[in-house]
T-cell receptor
Framework: DQQVKQNSPSLSVQEGRISILNCDYT??????FLWYKKYPAEGPTFLIS?????DKNEDGRFTVFLNKSAKHLSLHIVPSQPGDSAVYFC????????????FGKGTKLTVNP | DAGVIQSPRHEVTEMGQEVTLRCKPI?????LFWYRQTMMRGLELLIY????????DSGMPEDRFSAKMPNASFSTLKIQPSEPRDSAVYFC??????????FGPGTRLTVT
């Protein structure tokens, strides 16, 4: 049973526009969420995170929004650039549990010039 | 500063052979994680160590898989005997008192 779901396997946007990647989770014990970016033939790299005590965290062009009641988070990239083309993974963890991150299956973002 | 180092980057082997994947975590990090990525299951945690001690190996698929961390700067993941269904990309990651994990480039394993 998937505890972290990214229902869109792929997303295509035009350069300069907004990219919105979505993630849903089922485990109410999760209280910290992370987004990772992965290029082909490389390992995932940390992008941005958010604690459940916040509903928004911003870092440059990247903003993560958290809706705890809906168990939903999203990553906004504005403006999107061709270099943002990658697979994006959502991950979640419970601070009261172990150090185990639970990952979604990823969304492949393509930003077209 | 060097990131997480994994070797080999690619491994092709025949069914039944022993495979050993290696990982050097970032210096000073106290937790090490082994993941497997497949199309069907995505990125799944196999085992993780804290201060060189295995904490949770519930993700290890079966007894053919074993992992060791003899010291703070080295870990191995061994598959013996290997099977075609073990073909995947295996990642090692490390962290220091943080949920933010740093991943290596991965080892692509192909078992024929």
């Amino acid at each position: 049973d998937q505890q972290v779901k990214q229902n869109s396997p792929s997303l295509s946007v035009q350069e300069g526009r907004i990219s919105i990647l979505n993630c849903d989770y089922t485990n109410s014990m999760f209280d910290y969420f992370l987004w990772y970016k992965k290029y082909p033939a490389e390992g995932p790299t940390f992008l941005i995170s958010i604690s459940s005590i916040k509903d928004k965290n911003e870092d440059g062009r990247f903003t993560v929004f958290l809706n705890k009641s809906a168990k939903h988070l999203s990553l906004h990239i504005v403006p999107s650039q061709p270099g943002d083309s990658a697979v994006y993974f959502c991950a979640a963890i419970s601070s009261s549990g172990s150090e185990k991150l639970v990952f979604g299956k990823g969304t492949k973002l393509t930003v077209n010039p | 500063d060097a990131g997480v180092i994994q070797s080999p980057r690619h491994e092709v082997t025949e069914m039944g052979q022993e495979v050993t994947l290696r990982c050097k975590p970032i210096s000073g990090h106290n937790s090490l994680f082994w993941y497997r990525q497949t199309m069907m299951r995505g990125l799944e945690l196999l085992i993780y160590f804290n201060n060189n001690v295995p904490i949770d190996d519930s993700g290890m698929p079966e007894d053919r898989f074993s992992a060791k961390m003899p010291n703070a700067s080295f870990s191995t993941l061994k598959i013996q005997p290997s099977e075609p269904r073990d073909s995947a990309v295996y990642f090692c990651a490390s962290s220091l008192f943080s949920y933010e994990q740093y991943f290596g480039p991965g080892t692509r394993l192909t078992v024929t």
